[in-house]
């Protein structure tokens, strides 16, 4: 079986598969290049790319990554996982509303973080004034830290220069997301 997972995720499925191995054993993991959802069509082009060579296989993105990834992945019987985007498939919906308490969250995952130059500057064209623009009606930005890589306060202090929007950092275990790729890898299995 083939797993097809976005970059952002990287640190933290290389993680969990460290961590059960025998659960992962016999699965391919092949990552794409992050920010390739700023792209519809570089999105669409890269995965359906993919479905063509690999029959069904299990696809690690959130559902809202692209508008139309979940009748892509219906005409090629490929499974996504619970989460229309990577926020919600590392922590889960309802973990986010809780720590959200009403306000307006942006969530920030280590990747998005670690990629965030490929992301806004690049990928989105952004300099400091588009990202204060677009990203200024959030009340704040929360870092969901799933401590897979060191995340200093200096990088974190750069994000908030070119944002200028509060960020407030999270601990999350990676529970929910070993449970959500479980859940996907089995029903994938159980289709086959």
Not at 6 to 20: D, H, M, N, T, Y
Not at 24 to 37: M, N, R, S, Y
Not at 171 to 182: E, P
Request: net charge negative; glycine share 6%.
């Amino acid at each position: 079986m083939k797993l097809i997972a976005c970059g952002i995720f990287k640190r933290e499925l290389e993680k969990v598969q460290s961590e059960a191995p025998d659960i992962f054993a016999g699965i391919e993991t092949e990552f794409l290049t992050p920010a390739l959802h700023v792209s519809l069509a570089a999105l669409e082009k890269e995965v359906t790319s993919r479905l063509e060579i690999e029959p069904q296989p299990a696809l690690l993105y959130g559902c809202n990554c692209h508008p139309e990834l979940k009748e892509i992945c219906r005409e090629a019987n490929c499974l996504l996982p619970q989460g229309v985007d990577c926020a919600q498939v590392l922590a889960g919906k309802e973990f986010l509303q809780e720590i959200s308490q009403g306000s307006n969250d942006f969530y920030l995952t280590p990747g998005w973080l670690e990629h965030a130059d490929e992301i806004f500057k690049h990928g989105l064209g952004w300099d400091s004034i588009d990202a204060r623009q677009n990203l200024g009606f959030y009340d704040r930005m929360v870092l969901l830290d799933t401590d897979v890589r060191p995340i200093d306060d200096l990088e974190i202090l750069g994000f908030y220069d070119y944002c200028q929007v509060p960020i407030e950092r999270v601990a999350l275990s990676l529970q929910f997301f070993k449970q959500n790729l479980l859940q996907m890898l089995s029903d994938r299995k159980n289709r086959r």
